[in-house]
């Protein structure tokens, strides 16, 4: 199994571009998270889907992130007009969503915005 | 507030020592909880789990105490190697939230050889 796979790797741009994360989970996994990890708040629940549905989106930080998740092997967040203050690493995690909460994580995508 | 929080930022220890790492959680209604290692540049890695009907478990050279009474789980480390050199979280689910992870802050563990 690849594991969870997201794009790109790193990703750097200037404030005011539309960025766009994203992720492939694990092949039969039904739940699907999307973290962020920064030095002072650690790493936070942005949001997380169950069977393609957004159960929980409390942790999106402002009106522009969003995210979807068109189908069971893709989702994607986007950021629109990114800021400075979106610096950080973006981790998208998958698990089977059968009561077995154990996530498996990506390698993240490194934001940096200029 | 509600929060799941580590004793300890750093850890410093001698390579073939024993690593004790503590997290304190304040959530009575939390029934599962993770250990994840972190190495620079990569995502979070599953360590072991434990459930809060159980008080102890053990995996391959690690182990997981849980003390539901003072709100306490902590990550035994045997014989740490330089390879255990990361950063560790612990992480909750709050019962009714579904498969929602609250994580800790972190512990860095660094290894002297």
């Known amino acids: 199994d690849a594991g969870v796979i997201q794009s790109p790797r790193h990703e750097v741009t200037e404030m005011g571009q539309e960025v766009t994360l994203r992720c492939k989970p694990i092949?039969?996994?039904?739940?699907l998270f999307w973290y962020r990890q920064t030095m002072m708040r650690g790493l936070e629940l942005l949001i997380y889907?169950?069977?393609?549905?957004?159960?929980?989106d409390s942790g999106m930080p402002e009106d522009r992130f969003s995210a979807k998740m068109p189908n069971a092997s893709f989702s994607t967040l986007k950021i629109q007009p990114s800021e400075p203050r979106d610096s950080a690493v973006y981790f998208c995690?998958?698990?089977?969503?059968?009561?077995?909460?154990?996530?498996?994580f990506g390698s993240g995508t490194q934001l940096s915005v200029l | 507030g509600e929060s799941v929080g580590l004793h300890l930022p750093t850890l410093s220890v001698q390579e073939g020592d024993n690593s004790i790492i503590n997290c304190a959680y304040s959530?009575?209604?939390?029934?599962?909880f993770i250990w994840y290692k972190q190495e620079s540049g990569k995502g979070p890695q599953f360590i072991i789990d434990?459930?809060?009907?159980?008080d102890k478990r053990q995996g391959q050279r690690v182990t997981v105490l849980l003390n539901k009474t003072v709100k306490h789980l902590s990550l035994q480390i045997a014989a740490t190697q330089p390879g255990d050199s990361a950063v560790y979280f612990c992480?909750?689910?709050?019962?009714?939230?579904?498969?929602?992870?609250?994580f800790g802050q972190g512990t860095e563990l660094s290894v002297k050889p």
């Open positions: 959530n009575s209604a939390s029934d599962y």
């Open positions: 995690a998958s698990s089977p969503g059968t009561g077995d909460e154990k996530l498996f």
């Open positions: 092949s039969g996994h039904n739940s």
């Open positions: 992480a909750e689910n709050r019962g009714n939230q579904g498969g929602k992870l609250i």
């Open positions: 434990i459930r809060s009907n159980m």
């Open positions: 889907f169950n069977n393609n549905v957004p159960i929980d």
